[in-house]
Protein backbone atom coordinates (compact mmCIF):
# COMPACT_ATOMS: atom_id res chain seq x y z
CA UNK A 1 0.00 0.00 0.00
CA UNK A 2 2.90 2.98 1.18
CA UNK A 3 5.00 1.45 -1.92
CA UNK A 4 2.09 1.81 -4.36
CA UNK A 5 1.38 5.76 -2.44
CA UNK A 6 5.45 5.89 -3.07
CA UNK A 7 4.80 4.92 -6.76
CA UNK A 8 1.70 7.38 -7.31
CA UNK A 9 3.65 10.17 -6.31
CA UNK A 10 6.67 9.67 -7.90
CA UNK A 11 4.59 9.41 -11.20
CA UNK A 12 2.31 12.54 -10.91
CA UNK A 13 3.96 14.64 -8.87
CA UNK A 14 6.82 15.60 -11.08
CA UNK A 15 7.97 19.21 -10.63
CA UNK A 16 7.73 20.37 -14.64
CA UNK A 17 3.82 18.89 -14.27
CA UNK A 18 3.63 21.17 -11.41
CA UNK A 19 5.58 24.24 -13.15
CA UNK A 20 3.37 23.95 -16.17
CA UNK A 21 -0.22 23.94 -14.06
CA UNK A 22 0.74 26.82 -11.99
CA UNK A 23 2.47 28.76 -14.80
CA UNK A 24 0.61 28.42 -18.15
CA UNK A 25 -0.12 31.03 -20.19
CA UNK A 26 -2.02 30.84 -23.28
CA UNK A 27 -0.64 32.64 -25.70
CA UNK A 28 -2.40 36.15 -26.66
CA UNK A 29 -4.56 36.15 -29.27
CA UNK A 30 -3.39 37.96 -32.19
CA UNK A 31 -4.66 39.37 -36.02
CA UNK A 32 -3.14 38.27 -38.40
CA UNK A 33 -1.78 41.02 -40.86
CA UNK A 34 -3.47 39.50 -43.83
CA UNK A 35 -7.13 39.54 -41.82
CA UNK A 36 -9.33 41.21 -43.87
CA UNK A 37 -10.84 43.29 -40.67
CA UNK A 38 -12.98 46.29 -41.14
CA UNK A 39 -11.51 49.11 -43.26
CA UNK A 40 -9.72 51.97 -41.54
CA UNK A 41 -9.19 54.89 -43.03
CA UNK A 42 -5.45 55.74 -44.86
CA UNK A 43 -5.30 59.35 -44.34
CA UNK A 44 -5.46 59.69 -48.01
CA UNK A 45 -7.75 62.59 -49.37
CA UNK A 46 -11.26 60.93 -50.40
CA UNK A 47 -12.89 62.81 -53.77
CA UNK A 48 -16.20 62.23 -53.21
CA UNK A 49 -16.62 59.79 -56.19
CA UNK A 50 -18.91 57.36 -54.11
CA UNK A 51 -17.41 54.26 -55.47
CA UNK A 52 -17.45 52.79 -51.96
CA UNK A 53 -20.99 53.05 -51.28
CA UNK A 54 -21.85 51.88 -54.71
CA UNK A 55 -19.93 48.72 -54.23
CA UNK A 56 -20.98 47.67 -50.96
CA UNK A 57 -22.89 44.83 -50.85
CA UNK A 58 -24.33 45.51 -47.27
CA UNK A 59 -27.15 48.15 -46.64
CA UNK A 60 -26.15 50.93 -44.19
CA UNK A 61 -22.65 49.98 -44.09
CA UNK A 62 -21.08 53.06 -45.40
CA UNK A 63 -21.49 56.60 -45.54
CA UNK A 64 -19.49 59.41 -47.15
CA UNK A 65 -19.70 62.12 -44.72
CA UNK A 66 -18.81 65.63 -44.51
CA UNK A 67 -15.97 66.54 -41.92
CA UNK A 68 -14.12 69.76 -41.24
CA UNK A 69 -11.46 67.98 -43.17
CA UNK A 70 -13.50 67.14 -46.39
CA UNK A 71 -15.17 64.62 -47.08
CA UNK A 72 -14.48 61.19 -45.16
CA UNK A 73 -15.89 57.88 -45.10
CA UNK A 74 -17.35 56.13 -42.04
CA UNK A 75 -17.93 52.44 -41.91
CA UNK A 76 -20.77 51.28 -39.56
CA UNK A 77 -19.93 48.36 -37.30
CA UNK A 78 -21.80 45.35 -37.27
CA UNK A 79 -23.68 46.55 -40.84
CA UNK A 80 -20.49 45.85 -42.72
CA UNK A 81 -19.49 42.31 -43.57
CA UNK A 82 -15.89 43.12 -44.21
CA UNK A 83 -16.18 41.92 -47.82
CA UNK A 84 -13.64 44.38 -48.84
CA UNK A 85 -14.74 45.47 -52.02
CA UNK A 86 -14.82 49.16 -51.14
CA UNK A 87 -11.26 49.08 -50.97
CA UNK A 88 -11.07 47.62 -53.90
CA UNK A 89 -13.39 49.97 -55.76
CA UNK A 90 -11.76 53.48 -54.11
CA UNK A 91 -9.95 54.95 -56.83
CA UNK A 92 -7.72 57.12 -54.54
CA UNK A 93 -6.95 54.35 -51.72
CA UNK A 94 -8.84 55.99 -48.98
CA UNK A 95 -9.55 52.75 -47.00
CA UNK A 96 -7.51 49.69 -46.16
CA UNK A 97 -8.18 46.56 -44.96
CA UNK A 98 -5.93 43.53 -44.04
CA UNK A 99 -3.50 43.07 -47.40
CA UNK A 100 -6.37 44.34 -49.86
CA UNK A 101 -4.45 47.65 -50.70
CA UNK A 102 -1.35 46.08 -50.49
CA UNK A 103 -2.81 43.31 -53.16
CA UNK A 104 -4.01 45.91 -55.06
CA UNK A 105 -0.77 47.66 -56.25
CA UNK A 106 1.18 44.36 -55.83
CA UNK A 107 -1.36 42.79 -58.74
CA UNK A 108 -2.40 45.68 -60.04
CA UNK A 109 -6.13 44.98 -59.69
CA UNK A 110 -9.40 46.86 -58.73
CA UNK A 111 -12.58 47.50 -59.18
CA UNK A 112 -13.90 49.99 -62.20
CA UNK A 113 -17.40 51.37 -62.56
CA UNK A 114 -19.43 52.21 -65.82
CA UNK A 115 -22.91 52.93 -65.69
CA UNK A 116 -25.87 52.27 -67.97
CA UNK A 117 -28.68 54.55 -68.31
CA UNK A 118 -31.31 52.82 -69.66
CA UNK A 119 -34.67 54.80 -70.98
CA UNK A 120 -38.09 53.24 -71.37
CA UNK A 121 -39.34 55.11 -74.32
CA UNK A 122 -42.85 54.02 -73.89
CA UNK A 123 -42.92 55.46 -70.04
CA UNK A 124 -41.32 58.78 -71.02
CA UNK A 125 -43.18 61.34 -71.41
CA UNK A 126 -40.97 63.97 -71.38
CA UNK A 127 -41.44 65.99 -68.47
CA UNK A 128 -37.63 66.72 -68.54
CA UNK A 129 -36.91 66.05 -64.84
CA UNK A 130 -34.26 63.78 -65.06
CA UNK A 131 -32.31 66.06 -67.59
CA UNK A 132 -32.60 69.27 -65.44
CA UNK A 133 -31.70 67.44 -61.87
CA UNK A 134 -29.09 66.02 -63.50
CA UNK A 135 -25.88 67.02 -61.63
CA UNK A 136 -23.34 66.52 -64.46
CA UNK A 137 -25.66 68.88 -66.85
CA UNK A 138 -25.84 71.32 -64.24
CA UNK A 139 -21.90 71.74 -64.28
CA UNK A 140 -22.04 71.57 -68.32
CA UNK A 141 -24.90 74.20 -68.95
CA UNK A 142 -26.53 75.71 -65.94
CA UNK A 143 -28.17 77.90 -68.13
CA UNK A 144 -30.61 74.87 -69.09
CA UNK A 145 -34.58 75.36 -69.37
CA UNK A 146 -36.96 73.31 -67.36
CA UNK A 147 -38.00 71.24 -69.99
CA UNK A 148 -34.89 69.97 -70.16
CA UNK A 149 -33.61 71.78 -73.49
CA UNK A 150 -30.87 72.91 -74.08
CA UNK A 151 -28.44 74.46 -77.19
CA UNK A 152 -25.52 72.06 -76.58
CA UNK A 153 -24.79 68.47 -77.34
CA UNK A 154 -22.42 67.85 -74.90
CA UNK A 155 -24.83 67.01 -72.06
CA UNK A 156 -25.21 63.66 -70.04
CA UNK A 157 -29.38 64.08 -70.84
CA UNK A 158 -31.24 65.92 -73.14
CA UNK A 159 -34.65 66.50 -74.07
CA UNK A 160 -35.41 66.15 -77.80
CA UNK A 161 -38.57 64.96 -80.00
CA UNK A 162 -40.81 65.30 -76.72
CA UNK A 163 -38.33 61.80 -74.99
CA UNK A 164 -35.26 62.20 -72.88
CA UNK A 165 -32.30 61.06 -75.05
CA UNK A 166 -28.99 59.52 -73.64
CA UNK A 167 -26.26 61.21 -75.04
CA UNK A 168 -22.87 60.95 -73.15
CA UNK A 169 -23.06 58.08 -71.14
CA UNK A 170 -19.60 58.17 -69.82
CA UNK A 171 -19.88 61.44 -68.22
CA UNK A 172 -22.51 59.44 -65.81
CA UNK A 173 -21.46 59.37 -61.97
CA UNK A 174 -24.19 56.66 -61.39
CA UNK A 175 -25.52 59.38 -58.73
CA UNK A 176 -29.03 57.60 -59.68
CA UNK A 177 -30.68 61.63 -59.26
CA UNK A 178 -32.74 61.31 -62.16
CA UNK A 179 -34.03 58.03 -61.29
CA UNK A 180 -35.01 59.21 -57.84
CA UNK A 181 -36.87 62.43 -60.25
CA UNK A 182 -38.68 60.46 -62.63
CA UNK A 183 -42.06 60.86 -62.01
CA UNK A 184 -42.96 57.63 -63.67
CA UNK A 185 -40.68 55.50 -63.30
CA UNK A 186 -38.91 55.41 -67.23
CA UNK A 187 -35.42 56.21 -66.44
CA UNK A 188 -32.89 53.27 -64.44
CA UNK A 189 -29.74 53.55 -64.00
CA UNK A 190 -27.12 50.21 -63.63
CA UNK A 191 -23.59 50.58 -61.57
CA UNK A 192 -21.52 48.01 -63.64
CA UNK A 193 -19.13 46.73 -61.53
CA UNK A 194 -15.78 45.27 -63.14
CA UNK A 195 -13.26 43.32 -61.89
CA UNK A 196 -9.62 44.01 -64.24
CA UNK A 197 -6.22 43.63 -64.24
CA UNK A 198 -3.62 46.25 -65.20
CA UNK A 199 -5.89 49.19 -65.59
CA UNK A 200 -4.94 52.21 -67.17
CA UNK A 201 -2.60 54.59 -65.01
CA UNK A 202 -5.11 57.43 -63.79
CA UNK A 203 -4.20 60.80 -65.75
CA UNK B 1 -39.70 -13.19 -22.02
CA UNK B 2 -38.89 -9.81 -23.22
CA UNK B 3 -41.76 -7.71 -24.84
CA UNK B 4 -41.14 -5.57 -27.57
CA UNK B 5 -43.16 -2.87 -28.10
CA UNK B 6 -43.94 -0.29 -31.40
CA UNK B 7 -42.85 2.95 -30.71
CA UNK B 8 -42.81 6.33 -32.37
CA UNK B 9 -39.66 7.77 -31.58
CA UNK B 10 -38.85 11.01 -32.54
CA UNK B 11 -34.88 12.33 -32.84
CA UNK B 12 -34.36 16.13 -32.26
CA UNK B 13 -34.98 18.54 -33.62
CA UNK B 14 -32.44 19.97 -30.96
CA UNK B 15 -30.01 17.18 -30.19
CA UNK B 16 -26.37 17.40 -28.75
CA UNK B 17 -24.91 15.23 -31.79
CA UNK B 18 -26.63 17.52 -34.32
CA UNK B 19 -25.45 20.67 -35.49
CA UNK B 20 -28.51 22.20 -37.19
CA UNK B 21 -32.07 21.00 -36.06
CA UNK B 22 -34.07 18.51 -37.95
CA UNK B 23 -36.37 15.83 -36.92
CA UNK B 24 -36.17 12.60 -37.86
CA UNK B 25 -39.47 9.94 -36.61
CA UNK B 26 -38.63 6.57 -36.32
CA UNK B 27 -40.81 3.73 -35.99
CA UNK B 28 -39.57 1.05 -34.08
CA UNK B 29 -40.19 -2.48 -32.64
CA UNK B 30 -38.54 -2.34 -29.85
CA UNK B 31 -34.74 -0.92 -30.83
CA UNK B 32 -35.56 -2.22 -33.92
CA UNK B 33 -35.88 0.70 -36.62
CA UNK B 34 -38.49 -0.39 -38.97
CA UNK B 35 -38.93 3.03 -40.98
CA UNK B 36 -37.83 6.57 -40.60
CA UNK B 37 -39.09 10.33 -42.13
CA UNK B 38 -37.34 13.56 -42.06
CA UNK B 39 -39.37 16.45 -40.78
CA UNK B 40 -37.52 19.82 -41.93
CA UNK B 41 -38.57 23.53 -41.96
CA UNK B 42 -36.81 24.85 -38.72
CA UNK B 43 -34.59 27.39 -39.98
CA UNK B 44 -35.95 29.02 -43.01
CA UNK B 45 -34.34 31.80 -44.33
CA UNK B 46 -35.83 32.86 -47.58
CA UNK B 47 -32.88 33.66 -48.91
CA UNK B 48 -33.75 33.23 -52.58
CA UNK B 49 -36.14 35.74 -52.37
CA UNK B 50 -33.44 38.23 -50.80
CA UNK B 51 -31.61 37.78 -53.87
CA UNK B 52 -33.89 38.70 -56.94
CA UNK B 53 -33.43 42.07 -58.28
CA UNK B 54 -30.20 42.82 -56.41
CA UNK B 55 -26.96 43.35 -58.67
CA UNK B 56 -24.10 40.20 -59.32
CA UNK B 57 -21.91 42.20 -56.66
CA UNK B 58 -24.73 41.80 -53.64
CA UNK B 59 -25.83 38.24 -54.45
CA UNK B 60 -22.10 36.79 -54.87
CA UNK B 61 -22.30 37.87 -50.77
CA UNK B 62 -25.47 36.67 -49.77
CA UNK B 63 -24.53 33.26 -52.24
CA UNK B 64 -21.77 32.75 -49.94
CA UNK B 65 -24.50 33.14 -46.88
CA UNK B 66 -26.58 30.10 -48.00
CA UNK B 67 -23.98 28.02 -46.25
CA UNK B 68 -21.17 28.26 -43.80
CA UNK B 69 -19.68 25.33 -44.30
CA UNK B 70 -18.83 24.80 -47.88
CA UNK B 71 -19.30 28.61 -48.51
CA UNK B 72 -16.54 28.83 -51.68
CA UNK B 73 -18.62 26.37 -53.79
CA UNK B 74 -21.38 28.72 -53.37
CA UNK B 75 -19.64 31.05 -54.66
CA UNK B 76 -17.82 29.82 -57.40
CA UNK B 77 -20.99 27.92 -58.88
CA UNK B 78 -22.63 31.70 -59.02
CA UNK B 79 -20.02 33.48 -60.62
CA UNK B 80 -19.34 30.45 -63.28
CA UNK B 81 -23.06 30.57 -63.98
CA UNK B 82 -22.86 34.46 -64.51
CA UNK B 83 -19.97 33.50 -66.93
CA UNK B 84 -21.03 31.04 -69.14
CA UNK B 85 -24.16 33.39 -69.48
CA UNK B 86 -22.20 36.22 -70.73
CA UNK B 87 -19.26 34.35 -72.09
CA UNK B 88 -16.40 36.02 -69.98
CA UNK B 89 -13.33 33.78 -70.28
CA UNK B 90 -10.72 32.88 -67.14
CA UNK B 91 -7.33 32.92 -67.08
CA UNK B 92 -5.30 29.67 -66.29
CA UNK B 93 -4.03 30.97 -63.21
CA UNK B 94 -7.25 32.48 -62.09
CA UNK B 95 -9.05 28.72 -62.76
CA UNK B 96 -5.64 27.41 -60.76
CA UNK B 97 -6.37 29.32 -58.06
CA UNK B 98 -10.11 29.26 -57.58
CA UNK B 99 -9.29 25.14 -57.74
CA UNK B 100 -6.90 25.85 -54.70
CA UNK B 101 -9.22 27.11 -52.73
CA UNK B 102 -12.32 25.09 -53.55
CA UNK B 103 -10.35 22.07 -52.44
CA UNK B 104 -9.20 23.73 -49.30
CA UNK B 105 -13.06 24.41 -48.34
CA UNK B 106 -13.97 20.80 -49.43
CA UNK B 107 -10.81 19.56 -46.87
CA UNK B 108 -12.42 21.45 -44.38
CA UNK B 109 -15.90 20.44 -44.69
CA UNK B 110 -15.01 17.15 -45.13
CA UNK B 111 -13.12 17.08 -41.59
CA UNK B 112 -15.85 18.52 -39.74
CA UNK B 113 -18.29 16.17 -40.99
CA UNK B 114 -16.17 13.29 -39.91
CA UNK B 115 -15.27 15.29 -36.54
CA UNK B 116 -19.19 15.14 -36.39
CA UNK B 117 -19.58 11.30 -36.95
CA UNK B 118 -16.88 10.59 -34.53
CA UNK B 119 -17.93 12.50 -31.84
CA UNK B 120 -21.31 11.00 -32.58
CA UNK B 121 -19.52 7.50 -31.67
CA UNK B 122 -18.31 9.00 -28.97
CA UNK B 123 -14.71 8.94 -30.12
CA UNK B 124 -14.30 12.13 -28.71
CA UNK B 125 -10.17 11.85 -28.92
CA UNK B 126 -10.49 11.64 -33.21
CA UNK B 127 -12.81 14.21 -33.23
CA UNK B 128 -11.21 16.94 -31.28
CA UNK B 129 -8.29 15.22 -33.28
CA UNK B 130 -9.60 16.56 -36.49
CA UNK B 131 -10.88 19.99 -35.54
CA UNK B 132 -7.14 20.67 -34.86
CA UNK B 133 -6.17 19.96 -38.19
CA UNK B 134 -8.94 21.31 -40.00
CA UNK B 135 -7.79 24.39 -37.81
CA UNK B 136 -4.63 24.50 -40.31
CA UNK B 137 -6.69 24.26 -43.29
CA UNK B 138 -8.58 27.53 -42.14
CA UNK B 139 -5.61 29.41 -41.28
CA UNK B 140 -4.71 28.51 -45.03
CA UNK B 141 -7.80 30.03 -46.28
CA UNK B 142 -7.51 33.01 -44.51
CA UNK B 143 -3.78 33.28 -46.02
CA UNK B 144 -5.06 33.10 -49.40
CA UNK B 145 -8.28 34.75 -49.08
CA UNK B 146 -8.01 36.87 -45.47
CA UNK B 147 -11.62 35.65 -44.14
CA UNK B 148 -11.80 32.10 -43.00
CA UNK B 149 -15.27 31.40 -43.53
CA UNK B 150 -17.12 34.07 -46.27
CA UNK B 151 -14.02 33.90 -48.52
CA UNK B 152 -15.77 36.01 -51.19
CA UNK B 153 -12.53 35.34 -53.72
CA UNK B 154 -14.05 34.44 -56.90
CA UNK B 155 -15.95 37.32 -58.84
CA UNK B 156 -16.51 37.40 -62.70
CA UNK B 157 -13.35 37.04 -64.70
CA UNK B 158 -11.05 35.58 -62.27
CA UNK B 159 -10.02 36.04 -58.69
CA UNK B 160 -9.73 38.68 -55.90
CA UNK B 161 -6.07 38.53 -54.90
CA UNK B 162 -3.08 36.29 -56.66
CA UNK B 163 -1.05 33.58 -54.48
CA UNK B 164 2.01 35.21 -53.33
CA UNK B 165 5.03 33.35 -53.47
CA UNK B 166 5.39 33.26 -49.67
CA UNK B 167 2.04 32.32 -49.39
CA UNK B 168 2.41 29.51 -51.69
CA UNK B 169 5.10 28.27 -49.86
CA UNK B 170 3.55 28.31 -46.63
CA UNK B 171 0.38 25.93 -47.96
CA UNK B 172 2.86 23.57 -49.94
CA UNK B 173 4.44 23.24 -45.90
CA UNK B 174 1.38 22.96 -44.13
CA UNK B 175 -0.24 20.52 -46.36
CA UNK B 176 2.69 18.00 -45.80
CA UNK B 177 1.62 18.88 -41.52
CA UNK B 178 -1.68 18.23 -42.42
CA UNK B 179 -1.06 15.15 -45.35
CA UNK B 180 0.54 13.03 -42.06
CA UNK B 181 -1.84 14.09 -39.50
CA UNK B 182 -4.81 12.99 -42.05
CA UNK B 183 -2.82 9.80 -42.55
CA UNK B 184 -2.24 8.50 -39.48
CA UNK B 185 -6.46 9.30 -37.87
CA UNK B 186 -7.19 7.26 -41.49
CA UNK B 187 -5.12 4.63 -39.73
CA UNK B 188 -6.67 5.61 -36.62
CA UNK B 189 -10.20 5.36 -38.00
CA UNK B 190 -9.63 2.67 -40.07
CA UNK B 191 -8.14 0.17 -37.59
CA UNK B 192 -9.86 0.53 -34.59
CA UNK B 193 -12.12 -2.01 -33.15
CA UNK B 194 -14.67 -0.06 -31.32
CA UNK B 195 -15.12 2.17 -34.41
CA UNK B 196 -15.44 -0.92 -36.24
CA UNK B 197 -17.97 -1.72 -34.08
CA UNK B 198 -20.35 1.39 -34.09
CA UNK B 199 -19.59 1.94 -38.43
CA UNK B 200 -18.76 -1.45 -40.37
CA UNK B 201 -22.59 -2.47 -42.01
CA UNK B 202 -24.91 -0.19 -40.71
CA UNK B 203 -26.62 1.71 -42.33
CA UNK B 204 -26.39 0.27 -45.45
CA UNK B 205 -27.15 2.08 -48.47
CA UNK B 206 -26.82 -0.50 -51.50
CA UNK B 207 -25.83 1.02 -55.34
CA UNK B 208 -29.21 0.70 -56.55
CA UNK B 209 -30.59 2.05 -53.51
CA UNK B 210 -28.77 4.85 -54.28
CA UNK B 211 -29.60 5.52 -57.72
CA UNK B 212 -33.26 5.53 -56.30
CA UNK B 213 -32.92 7.74 -54.10
CA UNK B 214 -30.42 10.16 -56.43
CA UNK B 215 -27.83 9.90 -53.24
CA UNK B 216 -25.13 12.52 -54.69
CA UNK B 217 -21.44 13.37 -53.16
CA UNK B 218 -19.16 11.29 -50.81
CA UNK B 219 -22.43 9.22 -49.86
CA UNK B 220 -23.45 8.12 -53.53
CA UNK B 221 -19.27 7.36 -53.75
CA UNK B 222 -19.23 5.36 -51.10
CA UNK B 223 -21.92 3.30 -52.37
CA UNK B 224 -20.04 2.88 -55.56
CA UNK B 225 -21.59 5.54 -57.55
CA UNK B 226 -18.83 7.47 -58.99
CA UNK B 227 -20.30 9.42 -62.29
CA UNK B 228 -22.44 11.36 -60.20
CA UNK B 229 -19.47 13.72 -59.28
CA UNK B 230 -19.42 17.11 -61.18
CA UNK B 231 -15.87 18.21 -60.79
CA UNK B 232 -15.69 15.43 -64.26
CA UNK B 233 -17.50 17.76 -65.91
CA UNK B 234 -15.16 20.97 -64.71
CA UNK B 235 -12.73 21.54 -67.97
CA UNK B 236 -10.37 23.01 -65.16
CA UNK B 237 -10.24 19.58 -62.54
CA UNK B 238 -10.63 17.45 -66.33
CA UNK B 239 -7.10 19.62 -67.25
CA UNK B 240 -5.56 18.21 -63.96
CA UNK B 241 -6.69 14.47 -64.33
CA UNK B 242 -8.85 14.13 -61.89
CA UNK B 243 -10.93 11.08 -61.04
CA UNK B 244 -13.24 10.43 -57.85
CA UNK B 245 -12.42 8.24 -55.18
CA UNK B 246 -15.08 5.42 -55.23
CA UNK B 247 -15.68 2.74 -52.42
CA UNK B 248 -18.22 -0.25 -52.96
CA UNK B 249 -19.35 -0.96 -49.16
CA UNK B 250 -22.01 1.40 -48.43
CA UNK B 251 -22.01 1.77 -44.74
CA UNK B 252 -21.49 4.71 -42.06
CA UNK B 253 -17.30 3.40 -41.91
CA UNK B 254 -17.50 3.53 -46.29
CA UNK B 255 -18.85 6.74 -45.92
CA UNK B 256 -16.65 8.46 -43.78
CA UNK B 257 -13.25 6.71 -45.26
CA UNK B 258 -14.46 8.18 -49.10
CA UNK B 259 -14.38 11.24 -47.13
CA UNK B 260 -10.50 10.61 -45.54
CA UNK B 261 -9.68 9.60 -49.04
CA UNK B 262 -10.76 13.16 -50.14
CA UNK B 263 -9.00 15.08 -48.22
CA UNK B 264 -5.83 13.14 -49.45
CA UNK B 265 -6.92 13.93 -52.99
CA UNK B 266 -7.66 17.05 -52.14
CA UNK B 267 -4.41 18.05 -51.11
CA UNK B 268 -2.95 16.25 -54.15
CA UNK B 269 -5.16 18.35 -56.22
CA UNK B 270 -3.81 21.30 -54.82
CA UNK B 271 -0.27 20.15 -55.11
CA UNK B 272 -1.06 19.59 -58.82
CA UNK B 273 -2.17 23.19 -58.86
CA UNK B 274 0.65 24.99 -57.18
CA UNK B 275 3.06 22.70 -59.59
CA UNK B 276 1.09 23.91 -62.62
CA UNK B 277 0.74 27.69 -61.55
CA UNK B 278 1.41 29.93 -64.63
CA UNK B 279 2.49 33.90 -64.32
CA UNK B 280 0.05 35.88 -65.63
CA UNK B 281 -3.27 38.30 -64.67
CA UNK B 282 -5.92 36.95 -62.52
CA UNK B 283 -8.51 38.82 -63.84
CA UNK B 284 -9.68 38.90 -67.24
CA UNK B 285 -12.32 41.35 -66.65
CA UNK B 286 -15.77 41.41 -68.31
CA UNK B 287 -19.41 42.19 -67.30
CA UNK B 288 -22.10 40.27 -67.03
CA UNK B 289 -24.76 40.27 -69.30
CA UNK B 290 -28.49 39.19 -69.68
CA UNK B 291 -29.44 35.21 -69.81
CA UNK B 292 -30.39 32.37 -68.40
CA UNK B 293 -28.76 29.23 -66.74
CA UNK B 294 -28.98 25.99 -65.14
CA UNK B 295 -25.18 25.59 -63.94
CA UNK B 296 -24.12 22.46 -61.52
CA UNK B 297 -20.78 22.08 -59.60
CA UNK B 298 -19.52 19.55 -57.17
CA UNK B 299 -20.00 20.76 -53.63
CA UNK B 300 -18.37 19.08 -50.65
CA UNK B 301 -21.54 16.95 -50.15
CA UNK B 302 -22.92 16.39 -53.57
CA UNK B 303 -24.14 18.35 -56.39
CA UNK B 304 -25.17 21.86 -56.44
CA UNK B 305 -27.09 23.56 -59.10
CA UNK B 306 -28.24 27.13 -59.65
CA UNK B 307 -30.81 28.18 -61.97
CA UNK B 308 -29.81 31.86 -62.53
CA UNK B 309 -31.94 34.60 -65.04
CA UNK B 310 -29.80 38.12 -64.99
CA UNK B 311 -31.03 41.10 -67.72
CA UNK B 312 -28.66 43.38 -69.07
CA UNK B 313 -27.71 45.27 -66.13
CA UNK B 314 -25.91 42.17 -64.30
CA UNK B 315 -29.19 42.18 -61.93
CA UNK B 316 -30.55 38.76 -61.09
CA UNK B 317 -33.93 38.55 -61.94
CA UNK B 318 -34.93 34.92 -61.38
CA UNK B 319 -32.70 32.23 -59.24
CA UNK B 320 -32.86 28.93 -57.49
CA UNK B 321 -30.55 26.63 -55.71
CA UNK B 322 -30.94 22.95 -55.62
CA UNK B 323 -28.37 21.90 -52.56
CA UNK B 324 -26.54 18.79 -52.54
CA UNK B 325 -28.40 17.68 -48.63
CA UNK B 326 -31.68 17.11 -49.44
CA UNK B 327 -31.02 14.23 -51.52
CA UNK B 328 -28.49 12.70 -49.19
CA UNK B 329 -30.85 13.80 -46.13
CA UNK B 330 -33.96 11.34 -48.17
CA UNK B 331 -31.38 8.64 -48.98
CA UNK B 332 -30.81 8.41 -45.42
CA UNK B 333 -34.27 8.62 -43.61
CA UNK B 334 -35.77 6.28 -46.33
CA UNK B 335 -32.97 3.92 -47.13
CA UNK B 336 -30.03 3.61 -44.96
CA UNK B 337 -32.01 4.30 -41.54
CA UNK B 338 -34.34 1.25 -42.74
CA UNK B 339 -33.31 -1.70 -40.24
CA UNK B 340 -31.18 0.14 -38.58
CA UNK B 341 -31.12 -2.34 -35.17
CA UNK B 342 -30.59 -0.12 -32.64
CA UNK B 343 -31.60 3.73 -31.49
CA UNK B 344 -27.88 4.58 -30.61
CA UNK B 345 -26.77 4.29 -34.77
CA UNK B 346 -30.11 6.68 -35.85
CA UNK B 347 -27.98 10.01 -35.14
CA UNK B 348 -24.91 8.38 -36.05
CA UNK B 349 -26.40 7.11 -39.59
CA UNK B 350 -27.69 10.50 -39.96
CA UNK B 351 -24.59 12.25 -39.15
CA UNK B 352 -22.61 9.85 -41.65
CA UNK B 353 -24.35 11.31 -44.71
CA UNK B 354 -23.10 14.86 -43.72
CA UNK B 355 -26.92 16.75 -43.75
CA UNK B 356 -26.52 20.10 -43.74
CA UNK B 357 -29.51 22.13 -43.04
CA UNK B 358 -28.83 25.49 -43.24
CA UNK B 359 -28.25 24.52 -47.21
CA UNK B 360 -31.06 22.35 -47.32
CA UNK B 361 -33.36 24.94 -46.04
CA UNK B 362 -31.85 28.40 -47.38
Known sequence: MALSLVAYIREFARWEWARKFLAARTAPLVIPPYFRNYPELTGKTCTHHLFCMMACPAPGAIDVIRT????????????????????????????????????????????SFSFKIDVDLDKCMGCGNCAVACPVNKLIDAQMSHGGRASTDDLLLKLSDGKCRVLHVEKCTGCK??????????????????????????? | M???????????????????????????????????????????KGIERIMKGRPWQEVMFLAERVCGICSVIHNMVFIEALEHISGI????????????????????????????YCYTIEHETLAMYLLDVREKVMDQLERITGARVTCAYIVPGGVRFDLRPEDGQALRQSLSA?????????????????????????????????????????????????????????????????????????????????????????????RKCLDELPEGPIRGGGIPGA????????????????????????????????????????????????????????TSTFVSSDPCIACTER
Not at chain 1, 87 to 105: D, H, K, Q, T
Not at chain 2, 303 to 329: C, H, W
Open chain 2, 89 to 116: EVPRRAALLRVIVNELDRMQSHILANFS
Open chain 2, 178 to 270: IEQEITRYTDMFSSGPLIAFRSKGIGILTKEAAREAYAVGPTARASGLGDIDRRLRHPTYQSLGFSPVVRTEGDNYARIMVRFQEIVQSIGLI
Open chain 2, 2 to 44: KRTVDVSIPVGPVHPCWKEPARVKCETRGEYVVSAEVELGYMK
Open chain 1, 68 to 111: PEGWQPRIHIGHCIRCGLCVEACPNGVLSSGRILESMFRDNTRL
Open chain 1, 177 to 203: TCEHHCPNEAISVARLLEAVHAPEEEP
Open chain 2, 291 to 346: GEIVYSGEAPRGELSYFVKTDSAGRVLEISIQTPSIMNIEACCHYMLKGVSSLADV
